[in-house]
């Protein structure tokens, strides 16, 4: 069984910066596939940032090109997602996904919420 923990939420202003990071554990839990979504009331999930070690994969969304980075290790079950010059519409709850190499069903942290505001 996956567990998967956030941290780096919280409350910035606009143009600043936050890191979020995920990590997974569990016994013998090798992820693959980790990414960040995000969701705001009355929407669905975003896509942010996608990594998977079995394709090499590691990009982030159009939307968010150019200000956010993601990071994920070889080998790695830590994925983080550097957010630079953060804007209003970044706000939101960021949720990690993973997949691990054995399963075939995704995994879902329990979300951190970002809030950029003025």
């Known amino acids: 069984q996956v567990e998967i923990w956030e941290f780096g939420g919280g409350s910035v202003a606009i143009g600043e910066s936050l890191r979020l990071s995920c990590v997974a554990s569990?016994?013998?839990?090798?992820?693959?596939?980790m990414a960040w979504y995000r969701q705001t009331p009355g929407s669905g999930r975003e896509l942010v940032a996608f990594?998977?070690?079995?394709?090499?994969?590691?990009n982030v969304a159009d939307s968010v090109k150019g200000r956010f980075t993601v990071f994920r290790e070889e080998f790695s079950n830590t994925m983080s997602l550097q957010m630079t010059s953060l804007k209003p519409e970044d706000t939101a709850v960021y949720y990690c996904?993973?997949?691990?190499?054995?399963?075939?069903?995704?995994?879902w942290g329990q979300g951190t919420q970002v809030t950029v505001s003025s």
């Open positions: 996904l993973v997949r691990s190499f054995s399963a075939s069903v995704d995994s």
């Open positions: 569990g016994s013998r839990v090798k992820a693959d596939r």
């Open positions: 990594t998977s070690l079995s394709s090499g994969v590691k």
